[in-house]
């Protein structure tokens, strides 16, 4: 079969397609004929070497894929072989077979392309975990979320809106800004512009924001906290922008606010009763046709390179998808 192959890590232009053997079934495992994958900001870290935790060498990247189950392990019940199913994994997602836990996949609801169902998991999850788990966001309050039209970000804007909040999403271009308004925000602010913080004031009527979703870091996150109303909650997503912020101690005493981290690696590990809750709120909202997941551009197998290139650059809309069935 063919795999993206990490053999070293360095620049996504040196890592190449090659034919590896196809994966041995374990007990407890399904093996799955991936049809599409998505990638996202760790993703083009992990094959630099530059994330927090390393994959051993070599290693095939991707973490979120939809596929069709091609063979199931003799202590699996409750899944068959030709069941559509999405699932998530440490990495091994940019080839055209991977095996894994039966409890890493879940069959797709009726109705989900496999762009969508690759593209789903990991920032839906993010975003409500957040914005419900984290924040305690209620109907009304009003949400800030920066680099809206991220994968995450637009996410956080679609799950804010489902949850009932008055939705302000934070871009850098018009086309972010419309991107996000054509998903549901109810207004848009341009973080460029020296004068934001003023027109972010003019748009909660000087409230202030009540809850920041915060995938970017740097300096905006900075001014950000000092837009946030009182009580306000501060969602530490990530660092696309490349800078790690220090947030002055004063500043929560001030606003009476709240800097709380979300990562969703860990969920499952640490709050399990949480991970079920979201998760099944996910999948209803999806049965329900309440919640169209975002596909960013899809890409062919063959131009992985490009799809990384793209979400690199931080100019893509949404998340990138490789169409690998």
Same mark, same amino acid.
């Given at each position: 079969?063919?795999?993206?192959?990490?053999e070293?890590?360095?620049?996504?232009?040196?890592? #190449?397609l090659?034919?590896v053997?196809l994966?041995?079934?374990?007990?407890?495992q399904?093996?799955?004929?991936?049809?599409a994958?998505?990638?996202?900001? /760790?993703?083009?870290?992990?094959?630099?070497g530059?994330?927090?935790?390393?994959?051993?060498?070599?290693?095939?990247?991707?973490t979120?894929f939809?596929?069709?189950?091609?063979?199931v $392990?003799?202590?699996?019940?409750?899944?068959?072989?030709?069941?559509?199913?999405?699932?998530?994994?440490?990495?091994?997602?940019?080839?055209? +077979?991977?095996?894994?836990?039966?409890? $890493?996949?879940?069959?797709?609801?009726?109705?989900?392309?496999p762009e969508v169902?690759?593209?789903?998991?990991?920032n839906?999850?993010?975003?409500? +975990?957040?914005?419900?788990?984290r924040?305690?966001?209620?109907s009304?309050?009003?949400?800030?979320?920066l680099g809206?039209?991220?994968g995450?970000?637009?996410?956080?804007?679609q799950?804010g809106?489902?949850?009932?909040a008055? &939705?302000i999403?934070?871009?850098?271009?018009? @086309?972010?800004?419309?991107?996000?308004?054509?998903?549901?925000a109810?207004?848009?602010?341009?973080?460029? @512009?020296?004068?934001?913080?003023?027109?972010?004031?003019? %748009?909660?009527?000087?409230h202030? &924001?009540? /809850?920041?979703?915060?995938?970017?870091?740097?300096?905006?996150?900075? @001014?950000?906290?000092r837009?946030?109303?009182w009580?306000?909650?501060?969602?530490?997503?990530?660092?696309?922008?490349?800078?790690?912020?220090?947030?002055?101690?004063?500043l929560?005493? %001030?606003?009476?606010? /709240?800097?709380?981290?979300?990562?969703?690696?860990?969920?499952?590990?640490?709050?399990?009763?949480?991970?079920?809750r979201?998760?099944a709120?996910?999948?209803?909202?999806?049965?329900?046709k309440?919640?169209?997941?975002?596909v960013?551009?899809?890409?062919p197998?063959?131009d992985?390179r490009?799809?990384f290139?793209?979400?690199q650059?931080?100019a893509?809309?949404?998340?990138m998808?490789?169409?690998? #069935?």
């Amino acid at each position: 079969m063919k795999a993206v192959v990490v053999e070293k890590y360095d620049s996504i232009d040196n890592v #190449g397609l090659k034919d590896v053997a196809l994966p041995d079934v374990s007990a407890g495992q399904v093996r799955v004929k991936i049809r599409a994958a998505s990638i996202g900001f /760790v993703d083009g870290l992990k094959v630099q070497g530059l994330y927090q935790t390393k994959d051993p060498l070599p290693f095939t990247p991707g973490t979120e894929f939809a596929g069709i189950v091609d063979e199931v $392990a003799g202590d699996v019940s409750g899944l068959t072989r030709g069941t559509p199913v999405m699932g998530m994994t440490r990495s091994g997602a940019l080839a055209e +077979y991977i095996a894994v836990p039966a409890a $890493a996949v879940t069959a797709m609801p009726d109705g989900i392309a496999p762009e969508v169902g690759a593209a789903f998991r990991a920032n839906y999850l993010t975003a409500l +975990y957040a914005l419900s788990e984290r924040a305690s966001l209620r109907s009304e309050e009003i949400l800030l979320v920066l680099g809206a039209a991220g994968g995450t970000g637009i996410a956080a804007v679609q799950v804010g809106k489902l949850l009932g909040a008055r &939705v302000i999403a934070a871009g850098s271009t018009e @086309q972010k800004r419309k991107f996000a308004t054509d998903h549901g925000a109810d207004s848009v602010v341009d973080y460029t @512009q020296d004068n934001w913080r003023e027109a972010l004031k003019d %748009l909660t009527n000087g409230h202030g &924001v009540d /809850v920041i979703f915060d995938p970017v870091g740097g300096d905006v996150s900075l @001014q950000a906290f000092r837009s946030i109303a009182w009580n306000g909650r501060h969602l530490v997503v990530g660092f696309a922008a490349g800078k790690i912020p220090a947030l002055p101690f004063n500043l929560p005493l %001030l606003k009476g606010g /709240v800097l709380t981290g979300v990562d969703v690696a860990q969920i499952g590990r640490r709050e399990p009763d949480a991970e079920k809750r979201v998760t099944a709120q996910l999948f209803a909202w999806l049965r329900e046709k309440k919640l169209v997941p975002v596909v960013g551009q899809v890409f062919p197998f063959t131009d992985f390179r490009e799809a990384f290139r793209t979400m690199q650059t931080r100019a893509a809309l949404g998340k990138m998808v490789i169409r690998i #069935g």
